[in-house]
């Protein structure tokens, strides 16, 4: 398995699903630079940010990656969701991360998050 994937995969476990922040933030780079505009930078802006508050108030949140696509130090992961793992009835939302991997930890992040609705135009799914 690619290294940079490892990264990733492992990384998402333990923040979104094993909501072990601290352990989480050791596959951050010392000068991480988030992209979301509600996460500040940085390992204190990940601990805040995503501890402090998504898993805080989404106790239950749990993230599948669907696919992850490797391209050198850039790392996509396509992933499902649901900010309440626990309710049957939640559709959840489509998640696209984007991650730069810098000597073995993630430098940078990105991501775009998607609803997913009730009703589509087709009859695909979003993943």
């Known amino acids: 398995m690619d290294i940079n994937k490892k990264i990733v995969m492992e990384y998402e476990e333990l923040a979104f699903n094993k909501k072990d922040v601290k352990a989480a933030v050791e596959y951050l780079h010392d000068n991480f630079k988030q992209h979301n505009p509600q996460v500040p930078d940085g390992k204190e802006g990940f601990i805040n940010g995503i501890g402090g508050y998504l898993l805080a108030n989404n106790?239950?949140?749990?993230?599948?990656?669907?696919?992850?696509?490797?391209?050198?130090?850039?790392?996509?992961?396509?992933?499902?969701?649901?900010?309440?793992?626990?309710?049957?009835?939640?559709?959840?939302?489509?998640?696209?991360?984007?991650y730069v991997i810098k000597d073995g930890k993630i430098a940078e992040h990105w991501d775009v998050i998607q609803e997913i609705p009730?009703?589509?135009?087709?009859?695909?799914?979003m993943f």
């Open 59 to 98: 106790p239950n949140l749990k993230k599948e990656i669907k696919r992850i696509v490797v391209d050198g130090d850039m790392v996509a992961a396509h992933s499902f969701a649901k900010f309440n793992g626990e309710n049957e009835s939640e559709r959840g939302v489509a998640i696209a991360d984007f």
């Open 118 to 125: 009730a009703e589509t135009a087709n009859s695909n799914t």
